[in-house]
């Protein structure tokens, strides 16, 4: 077959390109380019959120819900709306949990927004202090999960999250909840709720990596985290979180 | 609109996690450490008074306490697994310590305990009957049938001393689970490091009424006359112990009222509306004021003996109604209202499900079925030699 | 000092009952233990591997890409350069890793409700974000009658 020196050119310009923004990516993302296997101790997770980005459209819950196979009823994720009104205690609603979006909000006058919650990956977890046999668990690379092999479904981690993240599945009879997609964030892909946030007002952060976009952050913006007062070192940071939050 | 919630709940908060039978573990672990404890005040504080109930209250701590582990295997999503409580205990979790508390209380202090005291009854039995039964007895023996006076008087001792480390292996067999709801910081209407003593006040209340009813009741179904002096003391230990109990509840109360965080608010809201029934009325009011009226009125006043077993069984029922609804107001009051402080849900008891009522009655009636089986088997009644005569020692 | 053993020799029995149901469990705790545990922490390490090797649902961004060049410049063009396939046409995991992913076509999204869900006008939405009452904007049309979605600019 003759290749022309151009299609050579562009062909193999092409490839060049391709392969530096996948690395690129990689870098940013803090992945194992392909090919490297995956060390834990490289990483430490958390996620950060954008208040003033999130519009409510529940496209991350939907995504969850698809990705994890989440029993209907029962949320890994979910998206609150607020509404806020002068002296009062916030209007806060969730809608099956923001499955199918909100319906519109009704009033115009007040201070409103969304804020999508999770399982915040706490460093000083309660819920894995109390579990009585050790199914639940910090990884080395800071993501809690359940040995869904392992949980005697006695739900004591249930009561002990302050943030509500917790579910017993009814099919399994074992605790569940957010798994910050180990089974994609292993191989270099992003959250199943960060890949389909149409906004990006959910990224998935890795602390270890020192090109993540994530320490920029932190130090340019105010951020807070849920409940600060449980000190449970929550990973999830949010930006331009209001005050009358729970 | 979620059929029962009201306000804001986060999505998985609607569902209770820990239902009617979480409320019968601490109920009944309760009453073992009650009972025991009363025994114990025979046995190592010499009130010579409460004698007669001694074997009683000990044949009750182990009728309940053979049933306390059933309501957490119903409760548990896998109940085949929880044998890991023993292979791999998480010590940083309070629960995980349960297996090794129970264990060690069932053999260590009661079995233990009631061997040694009823010895000599079981070599007496084991080498007077015959067929099935002299098996049972003679298996009890453990194989020694050495009860000379110097033989008992070292079982006495040893009992004594099995007492002695069964007090504080009681209060940890129930303490620990004050303190399991205690201990979550996540959850403001349990944590409170009153806790486990409010917990131990409230099942020592539950365990000495317990003993004093099955007394009353025991005595009537053999036709024999009630030791009024026994009965009175332990009617006046019931009564202290159930101030001590009734000044660490209120306590509690005064304080959130006055220090009204931010949890308060919803608490006083869920208390006023879901709790009022189960807390106003029947833990305190009929549960706790009117007996401790009762007993009260009977520490003060010489009523006659009839009027006064009246007293003591209406105080004494009143007692364990109030106790458990406590139970209730804890375990259940504590899942009724969302960690956003926005909104309330509700509890309704299923009837034949694995959770549900039935179970739950099923388990408080069968230790009332194994305390007969063991009255049958370790009388707790001697019977004089030679004439028969049943005596209430 | 004989005399005490023979009065309190019957104490053994109970201690041995004791220790050996304790030697029991000692030797068939070893044995039910599962395998490595405690190696990184108070749990079973065989949990990990489980967790990651659960399947995939979604397929990611770059999958896509590598094959729909053209609808992945488009995008990069307009407003929607930073939505992901998947959350329009759902997950396609089993259409980008099969064999022949013409035999997991996706289906064509719903655009009558797929757009307003991110687009209709309200109030708890940032201000900033491009959003309008549908019913006045487009009279009841399609969106798609007149933006293309994977470059929706007019």
Redesign the interface.
Known sequence: MDISRRELFVTGGKLLILASV?AT?AEITGAAPPGEPYR?ADHWWGMLIDI????????CVR?CA???HVPAG??RT?V????VEEGR??????P??AM???P??A??D?K???VP?LCNQCADS?CV????????????DGVV????????????C???????????HPA????DKC?LC???I??G??T?CC??????ARQLVDFKNPRDPVHEFLRKNKVQVLKPY?ATEAKVYYKDLDGSV? | MIPGVEGFMYPNEVELQWSLLIVLYPYITGLVAGAFILASLERVFKVDAVRPTYRLALLTALAFLLVAPLPLQLHLGHPERSMEMYLTPHTSSAMAMFGFVYLWYLTVVLLLEIWLEYRADIVRMAQTTTGFTRVVYRTLTLGSENVSPRARIIDDKVGYTVTVIGIPSAFLLHGYVGFIFGSVKANPWWSTPLMPIVFLFSAMVSGIAAVMLLYMASMKVRKTPIDMRCLDTVAKYLFYTFVIDFSLEMLDLVHRTYEADESFRSLDFMVHTRLWFSQVILQIMLGTLVPLALLAATQLHKFAEDRRRAMYLASGLLTMIGIFAMRWNVVIGGQLFSKSFLGYTSYKVQFATREGLLPAIALMLLPFAIFVALVKLLPPWEEKRGTGEATGD | MRQLFRDSGHLIRPAVVLLAALGVFLVVRTALIPKAFGKYGHFSPAALDVIRQRPLVYAGQEACVLCHEGEGKERAAGKHAHVACEACHGPQAAHANADDPAAHKPALPDVANLCRRCHERDAAKPAGFPQVATVEHSGGMLCNACHQPHNPHL
């Open positions: 996948g990516f834990m003033d980005k999130c519009i409510g459209c529940g496209s995504a698809n990705e994890n029962f949320f979910w609150e709306r607020y509404q205690q916030p209007h806060v609603d969730s099956n949990g199918d979006g909100f519109p909000t009033r115009t007040l409103s927004f969304f919650k309660p202090q109390v579990c009585p046999v050790g199914a639940t668990f910090v990884s080395p999960l359940v040995d869904e092999s392992y949980c005697l479904g006695c739900r004591y249930i009561q002990a999250c302050p943030y509500g993240c917790r579910y017993l399994k009879n074992t605790v798994t180990y089974h994609r292993t191989q892909l992003t199943a890949e389909n946030c149409p906004t990006g449980m729970r």
